[in-house]
């Protein structure tokens, strides 16, 4: 069965601009596209704007280059942000996507200071996963040393660069080992804003103001989630592996690679493994790539068995399962009909949804 999707969807806040492709070109051929500097110019209006009203602001700025930056052609002809042409082979066109979201981050904050609101203003800056290493060396970055990648829950597709900005409030040059999780965000900012989080439910994400103010450590675990199911636990330098998977045997046997270059065996499975009775544990400061398991035989496995035993035990006892608000179909269907596509009349019929059935394939 052929799947024809629509393009995907653009917004502004919660509105559709258009789609990929059609008012947002993007060249076949080359991958290349002025996306990034479109969401520049939108970002620094913005934050124009907030400043000469004098209202505080809240940017979520999400550039996407450096997802899959090159899509055909072995050599072709590249643009440099500086708008100098050079011939290069595939692999300079992903360094290339990174010289713009830094010379594009760099514009953002010397904005900032032009406008003197930058000793009132924090920047967080963070990815939401390693890099989609399943594209292959064309279409993908590094994850260095780390195992795997987007859509795993080893490191290489879980841990992801995360750095804080705010002259004046976080000492340049700062480097904390502080756990967190993209969910901090969200306590971190209401506190920042001087704000109370909702007490109507139970938030997931900490208030990372301490790490970031006072170099201070909050002792806490982070969970490795691959939808309901709880894979990994990390606890400080330690981590619990009680179930591995990278991809199929069918996804694999066609070419696509979760792991390629660093499959371990017993660890980068091809089926999804259970070992809630005997993790594989592994401690990251000495092992970063996930490739020696501590021996069960040893006194440290099962220090840290116990360890991680009761926390995981707890957090199983005390997680309230939530209803969920978009799962992988849902946002597929979304693409067809989203919200804002009535006034560029660019609504398209969806097909029905069965989540039940949901597959996303490679």
Known sequence: MVCVCPNIPVYNNSEMKGRYYEEFEINVKTGES??????????LDFISQQAVAQRPFFLYWAPDATHAPVYASKRFLGKSQRGRYTLCDLSCIYGDAMMELDDSISQILAHLVSLGIHNNTLVFFTSDNGA?????QLQSGSNGPFLCGKETTFEGGMREPAIAWWPGRIPAGTVSYQLGSV????????????????????????????????NSLLDRPIFYYRGNQMMAVRIGQYKAHYWTWSNSWEEFNKGINFCPGKEVPGVTTHTQEEHTMQPLIFHLEQDPGERYPISVESKEYRNVLRWVTAVVEQHQTDLIPGMTQLNMCDLAVMNWSPPGCEQLGKCLKPPESNPWKCDWPH
Request: glycine share 8%.
């Open 34 to 43: 002025n996306l990034t500097q479109i969401y520049l110019k939108e970002g």
């Open 132 to 136: 989609a290493v399943m594209s292959g």
């Open 183 to 214: 969910m901090d965000l969200f306590s971190t900012s209401l506190s920042v804003a001087g704000i109370h989080p909702p007490d109507d439910r139970v938030i997931d994400g900490l208030d990372l103001s301490p790490v970031l103010f006072n």
